[in-house]
């Protein structure tokens, strides 16, 4: 890429002046270059090129970067890539130029002299200005027309159209003039920096430091203060001193060549380079004093000069004054943990293994007579009164100023290994220890504390003025003591970590260190979630990102953090010591612009143009296959520069779900199964500082339904249910009824069977019986007329026998074993048989050789019976025949049972004769929903048919 820059910068004066004959003899920069945090991203973060020529933030607030590689979006977090394959309209990928006019219309120009403007995802084409080139400056003027700097001159933008200016030439502008926020330009010129306004000369900052090297970029920062990007030697930045500070590759510049500058809303600078990708650089927050060590720090204590000593374990004491330093031994062992200058200036030094050692004579000896406590020194305290307390393993240490005394279990202590000790505005002393939590020691008598606290582990103390005492545990977050209750806060709360390392208040913040850097916490934020009207914790964390040497805190000594004399705060790491100024750190107070980048159905974009950077508020799903739920995924995000990591998001989808889900920094937020609704989707983002978003409701999804999830679906649904459950009611209830009818026509059956039952025994066998009584009185009466007796004889004995067949009718009709066809046409043939034997009559049949077991009902068995046995006797009695022929055809639904003579016929007085039995046998037939009929015989005599349903 570089070479292919410079051709392209040998080509034109790039923003403004590329031309410019420097002075050889160049001042150096001056100031502390360890002033500045740099940062990069090249093309392995997701760059499409480590080459970035143009950068610009638009008031949406995303850093739009001009590559060779494609248009290209960054939010602080990732980088989304606009090229000619994935965005309609791009006429180039080479973008060297970018522009945000006052309507928000994002000019791009290309490597080709090409110009276009992107705004609400739409993408305009203006193509090559005439006579012009590449573009390289623009300023939009007052009436809203742009004048664009090229090669060869200026072309005019106005009302949709380009027009080269004739007669004006770059030269003109071979000045690299920027406006002051202050008034005025600076001009930078042949070599020199200059301050102008009112048309006079205001300041004179003389020769530049970058000597003949190209400047390709400048602007201020929010102090006013010049910032200049070059192609060489880095970035300069004027103080408010008149100094020039270097950022180079020394400082953790990527890259020396500087083709584009941009400070954003937050005040970071940004950088695009050639070959180093984007730099972002910011001030540093904490910093490390020129020649203090760089070497871990356990304690801090300051002196009455200025100086500073500072306990660094195993590495033993240092002494750190006006830019020196100098060491000291701490015993054999040089493990030194806590140092403490008390009001009297004695410096003491606790060690883990020798004890407590005091500053004598240039050298540090052992205590006189503080044997007592141990060899192992955890805590070094003075008390309001000026005693020296310690925190030893073997229990806690008083020096009266005469001699030291030791407190045990014995005296009251919960436990001997004292970790950490406070003393509040009541003259209380709190005792923390290693592992059975608090005590306290007042009116010379130590007391246990009793409550909840989460871990009895105590690592510090801090006891503040308004009667609260908080309390650092190893690894169970921070706790309130006040008024006898405790309050916990853990990293489920807000904190960066449960392991606590030192508690320090300055100016109603808490500093908190730990192992996953340094919090500075509001104790108002504290105080009103431990009393329940708060509901987060307002904390930020700082980092190496901010100028600490680690984020690691230094743990298990006291004293730790302090404050000096002049307002500054220090605070021990494993890896050195960080100072700030309180006064100068200044808050992120700019709320987080949160932003919906994409939706996801079912894994399905439902945005096509990614150039439109923000969504509309609404989307609405369709329904999907048969699924009756929706898979729905939403991509946000935060525009935060300072420090992205450090975002913390919240999401709720209202309608969906009542409570908030914590998201830590993750910008997505996932719903598997999502029924058909109206839901809105909110997010909360806390930056840095803990500033939240404006506004939280960001974008109303509607699922529509499936059709039979509709409400005209359900209601035609529930309309045939009620349909459905109307007609079954229905159903059962005729159903019922009809078993209920059944039940009774079975019961007049069986009455209308017993009825037939009776009379058949009182027509027939009470008729035979009376006619067998009658006849044995007469052969009593004739008893002596034995002609007479043997008439009567043989007319009991014929009764009797015919008794016998009407009785033998009656149980073959009442039994529920014949009530098939088979035993009617069976029994019917046997009878006609066995009469028409006896008449003197020829009988022949035509019947089925198996019959199908098709079954009877009683009453229709026994009704066809009596009409076969009516029609048989007609013809014994009028046929005058000598054959009788009896058939049964069968059918689907009815048999016919046919009764044939070859007798004289059918006569009319024979038909008046028979005209009796006829009905009979017809309303036999028609009781049980058959039919009868009769008529001549095709081969002479009569035939009678008895047509019979088969239910």
């Known amino acids: 890429m570089r070479k292919n820059f410079r051709t392209l910068r040998f080509a034109l004066p790039l923003l403004c002046v590329l031309a410019f004959v420097f002075s050889a003899n160049a001042q150096k920069a001056g100031g502390s270059a360890s002033s500045f945090i740099v940062d990069s991203w090249s093309n392995e973060e997701g760059l499409p090129q480590s080459s970035v020529i143009s950068v610009v933030q638009t008031r949406d607030g995303y850093l739009w970067l001009g590559t060779l590689n494609g248009l290209v979006r960054f939010d602080g977090n990732q ?46 084409n203006f193509g090559t200005p005439a006579d012009g080139g590449k573009i390289i400056y623009a300023r939009e003027q007052t009436a809203g027309d742009i004048l664009f700097t090229t090669p060869a001159g200026i072309v005019n ?23 002051s926020k202050a008034g005025g330009v600076w001009q930078v010129f042949n070599g020199t920096v200059q301050k102008w306004g009112n048309n006079r000369l205001k300041k004179d900052f003389g020769i530049s430091p970058w000597g003949s090297t190209v400047v390709t970029a400048a602007l201020e920062d929010e102090k006013t203060n010049l910032i200049v990007g070059t192609l060489g030697a880095g970035i300069f930045w004027l103080d408010a001193d008149g100094k020039w500070q270097n950022i180079s590759t020394e400082q953790g510049l990527s890259s020396v060549y500087v083709l584009s500058l941009c ?110 406590l141990g060899p192992q020194i955890f805590a070094l305290f003075e008390g309001r009164d000026g005693q020296l307390w310690t925190g030893t393993q073997r229990g806690l240490g008083n020096f009266d100023g005469q001699k030291w005394k030791l407190f045990t279990t014995r005296d009251g202590l919960s436990e001997n290994s004292v970790r950490a000790l406070a003393q509040d505005t009541n003259g209380t002393l709190w005792i923390g220890t290693e592992n059975h939590g608090l005590n306290f020691f007042k009116d ?28 650092g545990t190893f690894g169970h977050g921070l706790a309130r003591f006040k008024n006898g209750d405790w309050k916990s806060f853990s990293k489920g709360d807000g904190l960066a970590s449960d392991s606590i390392s030192y508690i320090f208040e300055d100016d109603g913040y808490l500093w908190i260190g730990s192992n996953a850097g340094l919090m500075r916490v509001q104790k108002k934020s504290l105080e ?40 500054r705060l220090w605070f021990p790491t494993v890896k050195g010591v960080a100072t700030l100024n309180p006064a100068e750190l200044k808050q992120n107070l700019q709320p987080p612009a949160v932003l919906i980048e994409s939706v996801l159905v079912d894994g399905r974009q439902q945005k096509t143009n990614p150039l439109a950077a923000e969504w509309s508020h609404s989307v609405t799903v369709a329904p999907g296959g048969d699924q009756s739920k929706v898979q729905l995924e939403i991509h946000y995000t935060a525009l935060d520069f300072s420090a992205p ?63 039979w999830q509709t409400t005209w679906f359900r209601i035609a649904a529930i309309a045939f249910v009620l349909a459905f459950i109307i007609a079954a009611v229905r159903i059962i209830s005729t159903e019922k009824l009809q078993r209920e009818l059944q039940r009774h026509k079975q019961q007049e059956a069986l009455e209308r069977e017993r009825a037939r039952i009776a009379r058949d025994l009182h027509d027939q066998l009470g008729a035979n019986l009376t006619q067998v009584a009658l006849l044995g009185e007469m052969a009593e009466a004739d008893k002596f007329v034995p002609e007479e007796i043997e008439s009567h004889a043989k007319q009991i004995s014929e ?21 098939t066809l088979e035993s009617l046409v069976n029994y019917a ?72 003579d070859n007798g004289k016929g059918i006569s009319d007085l024979s038909a008046k004769q028979n005209r009796s039995g006829l009905r009979n046998m017809k309303k036999r037939m028609e009781d049980i929903g058959g039919n009868f009929s009769f008529g001549p015989a095709e081969d002479g005599g009569t035939i009678v048919r008895l047509i019979v349903p088969i239910s």
């Open 829 to 900: 043939c046997k009878y006609a048989q066995e009469y028409l034997a006896l008449a003197g009559v020829r009988y022949r049949a035509s019947v089925p050789a198996q019959l199908p077991p098709t079954p009877i009902p009683p009453e229709v068995r026994h009704n066809v019976f009596l009409a076969f046995k009516e029609a048989v006797h007609n013809v014994v009695k009028h046929a005058q025949a000598t054959e009788v022929c009896i058939r049964l055809h069968l059918h689907a639904d009815i048999f016919i049972l046919e009764i044939a």
């Open 263 to 372: 400070m954003d809303s937050e005040k970071n600078l940004w950088a695009g380079t050639d070959g180093g990708g984007l730099n972002r650089i910011k001030r540093k927050i904490f910093n490390s004093p020129v020649g203090f060590p760089s070497r871990g720090a356990q304690s801090l204590s300051e002196d009455n000069h200025g100086g500073w000593w500072i306990a660094s374990g195993a590495l033993g004491v240092s002494y750190w004054n006006t830019n020196s330093l100098q060491d000291f031994q701490v015993g054999p062992l040089h493990d030194a943990w806590e140092v403490l200058v008390d009001r009297r200036q004695q410096i003491q030094v606790g060690t883990l293994d020798e004890g407590l050692y005091q500053f004598q004579t240039n050298q540090f000896v052992p205590s006189r007579g503080a044997q007592i």
């Open 528 to 567: 009103d979630f431990a009393d329940g009207t708060g509901k987060s914790i307002s904390c930020r964390t700082f980092g190496k990102a901010d100028g600490l040497p680690t984020r690691e805190c230094s743990i298990g000594s006291q004293p730790s953090a302090c404050r000096t004399g002049d307002g």
């Open 79 to 124: 980088f989304t890539v606009f090229n000619q394959m994935n965005t309609p309209g791009l006429s180039s990928d080479r973008i060297v130029f970018l522009f945000e006019d006052n309507e928000a219309n994002l000019w791009a120009g290309t490597d080709s002299g090409g110009l276009l403007t992107i705004k609400n995802g739409v993408v305009k």
């Open 444 to 471: 010379g008598k130590i007391s246990a504390v009793q409550g909840n606290l989460a871990g009895n582990d105590i690592s510090c103390l801090y006891a503040d003025n308004d009667g609260a005492l908080w309390v």
């Open 645 to 707: 990591t450090l975002v913390r998001f919240k999401y709720q989808l209202e309608g969906f779900q009542t409570d908030w889900t914590d998201a830590g920094n993750e910008r997505i937020a996932r719903y598997p199964k999502l029924p058909p609704g109206k839901y809105h989707f909110n997010v909360i983002a806390l930056n840095e500082d803990g500033v939240p978003n404006k506004d939280s409701r960001l974008l109303e999804v509607i699922v529509l339904p499936q059709f």
């Open 157 to 179: 933008y106005h009302n949709g159209k380009m027009n080269f200016l004739p007669g004006v030439t770059a030269p003109l502008l071979s000045n690299l003039i920027v406006p």
């Open 799 to 819: 009764t009797a026998r015919e008794t016998t067949h009407s009785l033998d009718e009656i149980v073959w009709a009442i039994n529920p074993s014949n009530d």
